[in-house]
């Protein structure tokens, strides 16, 4: 079956912008997750959904917001784009019967603020 | 705070060679505890994981015992391969009723493994 899928893969905003990421978790997967990947901080839990509603946050500013929708699919939007804001937006989703932490990752979207 | 930490890279190993990358961990409660692997140009992908302290987590080759004693939980694979080049991160999983989610994982940094034949 189809995994996740992530879109667009690669993207180039500028300062002050805003980006809406788009994510299709596999097909009967009803959590989706985010994650920053930047060199530096590496890995960062941005939020978690499930069944539309958001179930956990991590320590990002306002600014990164997300939502889900009643099929699963999954955005996140980033508004007045910040240089520090380029990186490497995963998704991940993850079954109702899967254990905790296991989770199915898309290949992500490489965002670059210019 | 709850974090993971792992042996700094990149490591650079002759095929056949014994790997073993380093993974330490602060929690609070008993987390789970995971190794994803990324290969070139794909997604993560679990390659193992335990739960409770004393279980070993195995696949393709590679351990990882799961040490409450030292919180550790480093990965271990006796003969490493050219394919196995990829970036290796630890992460661990809270429980519920310590802040843990389903989709809520703390990772290392990744060790960036090159194996050459």
């Known amino acids: 079956k189809a995994g996740v899928t992530q879109t667009p893969r690669y993207l180039i905003k500028t300062r002050g912008q805003q980006v809406t990421l788009s994510c299709s978790p596999i097909?009967?997967?009803?959590?989706v997750s985010w994650y920053q990947q930047t060199p530096g901080q590496g890995l960062q839990f941005l939020f978690e959904?499930?069944?539309?509603?958001?179930?956990n946050k991590g320590n990002f500013p306002g600014r990164f917001s997300g939502r889900q929708f009643s099929n699963s699919r999954s955005e996140m939007n980033v508004s007045t784009l910040e240089l520090g804001d380029s990186a490497l937006y995963l998704c991940?989703?993850?079954?109702?019967?899967?254990?905790?932490?296991?989770?199915?990752f898309g290949e992500g979207s490489r965002l670059t603020v210019l | 705070g709850n974090s993971v930490t792992q042996m700094e890279g990149p490591v650079t190993l002759s095929e056949e060679a014994f790997l073993t990358i380093n993974c330490t961990y602060t929690?609070?409660?008993?987390?789970?505890l995971f190794w994803y692997v990324q290969y070139p140009g794909e997604g993560l992908q679990l390659l193992l994981k335990?739960?409770?302290?004393?279980d070993k987590g195995s696949n393709k080759g590679f351990e990882a015992t799961y040490r409450k004693e030292t919180t550790s939980f480093h990965l271990e694979k006796g003969s490493v391969q050219v394919s196995d080049s990829a970036v290796y991160f630890c992460?661990?999983?809270?429980?519920?009723?310590?802040?843990?989610?389903?989709?809520?994982?703390?990772f290392g940094k990744g060790t960036k493994l090159s194996v050459k034949p």
């Open positions: 992460a661990l999983s809270l429980p519920m009723n310590y802040g843990g989610s389903q989709g809520n994982l703390i």
């Open positions: 335990a739960t409770k302290a004393d």
């Open positions: 097909s009967g997967h009803r959590s």
């Open positions: 959904y499930f069944s539309e509603t958001q179930r």
């Open positions: 991940a989703s993850s079954s109702k019967t899967s254990e905790a932490g296991e989770l199915f």
């Open positions: 929690a609070t409660g008993y987390p789970s």
